[in-house]
């Protein structure tokens, strides 16, 4: 379809007219000191504002009731009947899609047009008909993330490669798509023009706004900006990245775009959050000004730098990674997107999505109603893509709007679930890691062992200073001498080395090719697993405080004979990381034909099929165990690690937390010095956050241990109680599936539970209660949080962190939980101190866990203990759906239990205080 003129005048119009936003000023000298996004977690209001909300938001925002088509019906009267449908079910408010692909899907005065469009049915016009007469509102649906080939801009203003062509990409892999430069005038002046036909010609209520983002472009205006911005020109090498890296569709904060510990890599991931707020305040600033009273929602989450644009958002559930089990995966998202000073909706589809298996439908009312249930539940508003089961949840937040009030309704304080939903480039830097974890000052060792024969080695070089060694410089001598220390590998101290046991034997040879004039080789082996030839070096005292990479000069023939292990000490040889050798800490797998430098570095240790997701199962495991065992979370984002987000919290819970700050460490460290307990587990601040490892845990001293590497355990290995433990572990152990971190316990601390497994394997400590200030510490070096979500059989988890939660709470803390479960009930906590009231919110778990169900047996007297605030007293608990008054028993100052005689999929108590 090709354009109208007087369309192609208008947008010129509109691009001449951009100035005046202040937004793009192309050809204005340099500014580096233009504002880009704020180093991330260094925000004053990180949080973002859960605890404060939008006092401006319109009233239909505070308990929204929505429902959603991307596309009208094309047909006469079709949809007049669609949106009825949804406002007979309860509905009040539809988002319904207006632009895709730059094509309008009404008869626009301004855009190219969908093909599907009738003449003489004009879908939007109907649309604001309909919701005017059934009192419902419009959001206006556009994802402005692509052209479609019909618009001219597809060949104009689509996002460029460095060598200055169109980067030939579907859009989302749909046919004769391109990705736009949201940087070029023509996209804003095109999107100008569409906002303000649709808020001013049609009276849409808002925008909804999809896909927004920047992508990694090399075209004129992107590259202009850049320079505008930072005062350098754009760096070359972004396109190895992808188009798609930037897509921070769910996350609160901007994330690393490329190497996070590349200054210019990250310099350019704030630029692309600078222009995204742009973008943001663009869209929210063209809607306002064709009507003070329109409200824009995005689906891109907030960021600190974006949040004064928005009026909602909205959180997908799409993610398989790491859901093996899906029952509860809305719960989980919704608590996790309840974090904004605005609504968090949450799309209701009705189909599961499951890590390793296939979408799977949902087709009884009752599964797609507790749908409904989990996300009312956990904070966030339905948004219906379909009508079954929707009924019963839009009916009670019609009729009890006040329970669900976004503005005068708070999550109540007390467990902090911090956790990433989505792997980044952290991640994928400790997945990645070399680092060797030394300290600085004297006492530091090297050792080898044997694993593959007849490779050749000739140096080994450690390194802090991110460069590879080389063999000029080694020649010349003229490495920073804190910085870069070379060994030669033949000279190992004799006295604490093994060079022969048996047949098995390390050699040093003559070798003309090796700098050092000899190299070092083992012999009488074939691939080790269990290694006896131990050879020692002694390294100088260190300076640097890293992180150290270990590089060696060798020759390895062949796959058969391209590998050593690696272990060091910072204690004189009195422990070594890892504590044995193993797989992940060795140096190979490469062939250099001659002699070449290779970099030790991290091989998985099992297949990827045999474990759980290494960053994302752990957190998913503790949502899962405490919601099993009936105690309120409330789940946090990384970037929320600061002493605002967690002022008021009693408990933090950290699984596996493994990127933190330096002052993210201190944030939590002065969290459970002031009394705050403490859950961690596995690697948690093992790595900072470019991923980078530390030498030991950056907290260390909070956590009562010192690590001593990973370790790979037999089969049967197992999680058994230490005589008086506090935990609850059965007579019989847990098992244990998966790689655990070797660690020494401090003297203060206690271990409470140990690692054993049959054949003669040294017992590992396997959790340990520790205090830190105030506070109580519980760690656990395994894994039994990500296990739980990927193992069968672990039915004792939510016990044990349940007793776990329990020995770390300050007394009094616990808001409430379900006393002694006998099935699994999820609960959450709420405060409206307005209304003098906590609203606990009730959802029957009772189904499989992963397959369909069409029946939630009822749960008959669920007993639930409620904490009562100093200084309040329990005026009245009562059962909202079941419409019933419940008699609370007090049990002691602090607690009341009461009894809901039964539980049907969902149930709202309103417990009121004097």
């Not at 008869?107 to 007469?133: F, H, I």
């Not at 410089?473 to 033949?490: H, P, R």
């Not at 401090?746 to 205090?771: E, F, H, N, Y």
Request: charged residues 20%; hydrophobic residues 40%.
């Amino acid at each position: 379809m090709r354009p109208s003129r007087r369309w192609i005048r208008l947008q010129l119009t509109l691009a001449a007219g951009l100035s005046a936003l202040n937004l793009i000023t192309v050809g204005a000298p340099p500014s580096p000191h233009a504002h880009l996004a704020s180093p991330e977690g260094a925000y004053a209001q990180a949080l973002t504002g859960r605890y404060a909300p939008r006092p401006d938001l319109p009233s239909w925002l505070h308990t929204p009731r929505w429902c959603t088509r991307d596309a009208p019906r094309f047909g006469e009267g079709q949809t007049t009947k669609l949106i009825s449908d949804f406002a007979d079910r309860g509905a009040n408010t539809i988002r319904l899609g207006t632009y895709w692909g730059g094509l309008a899907m009404f008869p626009s005065k301004v855009s190219p047009l969908v093909s599907a469009l009738r003449p003489g049915v004009d879908p939007l016009g109907e649309a604001m008909a309909t919701v005017q007469l059934r009192d419902m509102h419009l959001m206006a649906y556009i994802n402005p993330n692509a052209y479609r080939k019909q618009n001219p801009l597809y060949e104009t203003s689509s996002i460029k490669r460095a060598d200055g062509n169109i980067w030939d990409i579907k859009a989302y892999g749909i046919k004769d798509t391109h990705y736009a430069c949201s940087n070029h005038p023509d996209f804003r002046a095109f999107y100008r023009n569409a906002i303000a036909e649709l808020v001013t010609e049609y009276g849409v209520d808002g925008i909804y706004v999809d896909g927004l983002t920047p992508h990694v472009c090399y075209c004129e205006h992107c590259q202009a900006k850049f320079t505008q911005d930072t005062g350098r020109a754009l760096p070359q090498g972004l396109e190895a990245l992808g188009p798609l890296s930037v897509l921070w569709e769910m996350t609160s904060d901007w994330q690393p775009i490329g190497n996070p510990a590349d200054p210019e890599h990250q310099l350019y991931s704030r630029w692309l959050m600078k222009c995204l707020a742009e973008l943001t305040r663009l869209f929210a600033e063209e809607t306002r000004r064709a009507n003070a009273a329109a409200v824009v929602v995005f689906h891109t989450w907030p960021k600190p730098d974006s949040i004064d644009w928005y009026a909602g958002t909205l959180n997908e559930i799409y993610a398989r990674k790491p859901w093996r089990r899906t029952l509860w995966k809305r719960a989980e998202f919704s608590n996790w997107g309840d974090a904004f000073s605005v609504p968090s909706l949450v799309n209701i589809y009705l189909r599961q999505h499951a890590w390793g298996s296939e979408k799977r439908k949902i087709t009884s009312e009752v599964e797609a109603r507790h749908l409904y249930w989990q996300a009312l539940a956990n904070g966030a508003y339905p948004n219906a893509w379909g009508h079954l089961g929707m009924d019963q949840p839009f009916e009670l937040m019609r009729d009890h709007p006040d329970l669900f009030d976004f503005p005068s309704t708070f999550p109540t304080r007390f467990l902090a679930l911090p956790r990433p939903f989505f792997r980044n480039a952290r991640h994928k830097a400790v997945a990645g890691n070399t680092s060797v974890p030394l300290r600085r000052g004297a006492g530091n060792r090297l050792r080898i062992w044997e694993r593959e024969p007849n490779g050749r080695i000739d140096l080994l070089c450690l390194r802090a200073d991110d460069s590879a060694p080389s063999d000029d410089e080694y020649a010349k001598g003229n490495a920073d001498a804190g910085q870069v220390i070379y060994v030669q590998a033949s000279a190992f101290v004799k006295e604490r080395s093994v060079v022969a046991d048996g047949d098995r034997t390390w050699q040093v040879r003559p070798d003309s090719d090796a700098l050092s004039g000899r190299h070092l080789t083992s012999g009488g082996h074939s691939l080790e697993k269990k290694p006896r030839l131990p050879l020692e070096y002694d390294l100088p005292q260190l300076t640097a405080p890293g992180p150290w990479a270990l590089w060696a000069r060798v020759v390895f023939p062949n796959p058969s004979a391209d590998s050593f292990y690696w272990q060091v000490s910072s204690d004189n040889g009195t422990s070594w990381y890892p504590e044995t050798p193993v797989d992940s800490n060795a140096v190979g797998w490469e062939q250099p034909a001659h002699y070449g430098w290779v970099k030790a570095r991290v091989a998985s240790p099992h297949d990827a099929g045999e474990h759980s997701e290494p960053f994302l199962s752990p957190p998913s495991g503790v949502y899962a165990g405490l919601l099993h065992a009936g105690l309120p979370v409330k789940q946090l984002h990384p970037n929320h690690l600061n002493p605002q987000s967690l002022n008021g919290f009693s408990v933090l819970a950290l699984a596996n937390e493994v990127c933190m700050s330096d002052a993210q460490c201190e944030a939590v460290r002065a969290f459970v010095r002031r009394g705050g307990g403490l859950i961690a587990s596995h690697e948690t601040s093992l790595h900072d956050e470019t991923g980078r490892r530390r030498p030991d845990f950056g907290l260390e001293d909070v956590l009562g241990v010192t690590v001593r590497g990973r370790r790979q355990l037999p089969d049967g290995a197992s999680l058994k109680a230490a005589a008086g433990t506090p935990l609850t572990i059965p007579v019989g152990g847990i098992p244990i599936h998966e790689d655990v971190v070797a660690v020494v316990p401090d003297r203060q601390a206690t271990v409470a539970a140990w690692i054993s497994a049959p054949g003669g394997m040294r017992k590992l400590p396997g959790a340990i209660l520790s205090t830190f200030g105030k506070g109580c510490v519980v760690y656990f070096p395994g894994r039994q949080d990500a296990e739980y979500v990927f193992h069968e059989g672990l039915q004792h988890f939510p016990a044990l962190i349940s007793s776990a939660v329990r020995n770390a709470a300050p007394d009094g803390s616990i808001p409430a939980c379900i006393a002694e479960p006998t099935a699994h009930v999820g609960l959450t906590c709420f405060d409206q101190p307005s209304r003098n009231r906590r609203i606990l919110h009730l959802v029957a778990y009772n189904a499989a866990w992963k397959e369909s169900f069409d029946r939630l047996p009822p749960i008959p007297d669920v007993r639930l203990r409620i904490g009562i605030p100093e200084g309040r007293r329990v005026a009245g608990v009562r059962a909202v759906r079941l419409d019933r008054e419940l008699v609370p028993t007090l049990d002691g100052v602090l607690n009341a239990t009461v009894t809901l005689p039964v539980l049907n999929e969902y149930e709202v108590l309103v417990v009121a205080w004097k």
